[in-house]
Each structure stands twice: as structure tokens, then as C-alpha cells.
């Protein structure tokens, strides 16, 4: 939808046709329409997405320049995990921040907390399919385990390595191999219910 979106602003806005055009066909020869889900993925995600009478706090985080340019100086600082990417060092940076929030205010810290990230598949698949309109997107999940201690000593190298380990596994292409075709769709809900699983043995 944002790249319909976005195609949209443009034209509207420059009075152009994109020189790319929307790609309306590949995102469904890949992953095939289904019409159901198992019970307990639909359960799953009617609990997390639409809990009625819940009330869900949506913020912006802005970072300037400079302060993303010191986050990646201090997430790059183990020769583990050399030269971060924005997006490895911002999400570390939010995740150990959530963390640190989170044993404020249950006053007690969990040995394990899950990062649950979307991924653009576009690129990363082969073909690339940088046009493609749809949901072509999954989710990359890790976790950290720590000892339960109300310390803020969380090593933010040591989560940027984990961000970027689960990441690429979504560069590997045989590993996307498994997400296309007729058999997509069992693949993904095995993953999903994996998800679900680690999800609920998780309290952050």
C-alpha cells in the first residue's frame, strides 16, 4: 500500500508517470492467496491486533544527524559488530531502551525479551522485486537472554549482533527459496506458530 501511496504523491505532485510501474502480478505468484488461517495463528493475531476496548500508544521517534551518528559510534565500538548500519544500530538502540523501560516499570526483569522486525523482502528476494504492490514483507525475530538483574548493563554491540544475525538470514537466498511457491504458505504459518510460541514464553 505505501508503494501505491507513494506512486500516487508523486504523480500528483510532479505530474509524471513513474518510469517504474507498479508490479500488480509478482507478489501473488509468489505467495498465493489463501483463504484461511489455522486457529490458533487467527486467535494469535486477533489478541495482539484487535483487542477490543484496549487502548494502543502509537509514538514518533525522531533522531537528528548527529545523535543517530553517535548511536552508531557506540553500537560499532566491539570489533564483533563493525560499522552498524542505521537501521542495525537504531533498532538495537530502541530495543535495549524498551528493555530498560520495562524492568522500571514491572519493577523486575524478564531472562528473555523477543524483537519481532518487519523486513522488506523486495530486494532481498531473486529477482529482486523492487516494484512489487502487496504485503511482501516478514518478520524477524530474535531474542536476548540475559541473568535477571535490575542492572542497566545491557551491551548494545552485543544486541546489534543479534540484529544483524537474524537479519541476514533473510540475505541468503536459498533461505527465501522456502517462502515462494504453492508450499509458501505452510512454511510461513510454521514460522508464524515458532513465533508464537517463543512469543508466549517471553513476558516483554
Known sequence: MSAFLNTWANIARERIIPSAPLDFTSSSLLFPPQNHLPQELSAFLKTVFFKEGDQFLQRRIVFDSKEIAAIKLKA???????KPTRV????????????LASRAVKGSSSPSCMLNQAVNLRPRLHPPLPNAFGNVVWFATTFYESEITMSDNIDLSQLVGLV???????????????????ASFTYLVNLATDTINSFDKTDN
Open 76 to 82: 560499532g565500538s566491539s570489533s564483533s559488530v563493525p
Open 88 to 99: 542495525e544500530a537504531l533498532t538495537a538502540f530502541i530495543w535495549k531502551h524498551m528493555m
Open 164 to 182: 544483524r544475525e537474524v537479519f541476514e538470514t533473510f540475505s541468503n537466498g536459498e533461505n527465501l527459496k522456502d517462502m515462494e511457491g504453492d
